[in-house]
């Protein structure tokens, strides 16, 4: 992914596949949907139909995807959240979406030209706590604007 920010909405034909190997480490299927936004009787709905945790995987993201408001960096601060508490799993995807690095920076600073998350660091480096998604997603668009 480039060093630009991305402000696309993820999309299950094209990223789907992405977002299931970034989220492959998570084992609460249930937990990371309701961080995500999915609501309880969806993922009611999910576990009675695919016992299967895999299959809960793909259909919780395909869902949370399917709403045209999913983002690498909405995914990043649910999986650091109190609900899926995987920092170092968000900060690895944080780092290898740069974009997601920016903004998340750009968050806590402000600045034209804020820190970047450190390869070993965390990007609670950066940050005293996950910035809101709709905080970065305002930072994006003035941004490029």
């Given at each position: 992914m480039s060093d630009q920010v991305d402000t696309r909405p993820l999309k299950v034909t094209d990223d789907l596949a992405t977002v299931m190997i970034a989220t492959n480490p998570i084992?609460?299927?249930?937990?990371?949907?309701l961080a995500l936004g999915v609501p309880q009787p969806t993922i009611n709905h999910i576990r009675q139909q695919y016992p299967n945790p895999l299959d809960q995987q793909e259909q919780i993201l395909s869902h949370w995807i399917g709403t045209g408001e999913a983002t690498w960096a909405k995914l990043v601060t649910a999986i650091a959240g109190p609900l899926v508490n995987k920092k170092g799993l968000a900060d690895e995807i944080a780092r290898n979406h740069p974009a997601v690095s920016q903004a998340l920076?750009?968050?806590?600073?402000?600045?034209s030209q804020p820190p970047s998350v450190p390869p070993n660091g965390s990007y609670e480096d950066v940050?005293?706590?996950?910035?809101?998604?709709?905080?970065?997603?305002?930072?994006?668009?003035?941004?490029?604007?």
């Open positions: 084992d609460n299927w249930p937990r990371l949907g920076s750009q968050h806590q600073y402000g600045g940050l005293d706590k996950p910035p809101d998604p709709n905080d970065i997603m305002d930072l994006i668009k003035n941004d490029i604007s």
